[in-house]
């Protein structure tokens, strides 16, 4: 989607998560839960406007956008530590 965008070709996608975080509807493409529909709008789009929507994924906003939703390595959600090394450890039975 983003080198579609990026190229100026408008993006027709369903309304669903992924494409909803990159489309901006009516600036950069079309999103519709009928693909069709949203197909002839995209088709309306102007080509540079779609371009110009598109620069906001800069190779730096994306790493920005990465580095604030990973979670630091070897972290474990509270409670599952212990769990997790109970389920690996080998049985001592018999």
């Known amino acids: ?4 965008m990026a190229c100026g070709t408008p993006v027709a996608a369903h309304d669903v998560p992924s494409p909803v975080d990159v489309v901006e509807d009516g600036v950069t493409g079309s999103l519709d839960k ?3 529909l949203a197909i002839l709008r995209a088709l309306t789009l102007d080509r540079e406007k779609v371009h110009q929507g598109s620069l906001r994924f800069t190779w730096e906003r994306t790493a920005q956008i990465l580095e604030e939703n ?9 409670g599952t530590e212990d769990e997790v090394t109970t389920s690996l450890a080998p049985s001592h039975s018999g």
């Open 34 to 36: 009928h693909l069709k």
């Open 70 to 78: 990973l979670k630091p390595i070897g972290s474990t959600p509270p």
């Open 1 to 4: 989607m983003l080198e579609a």
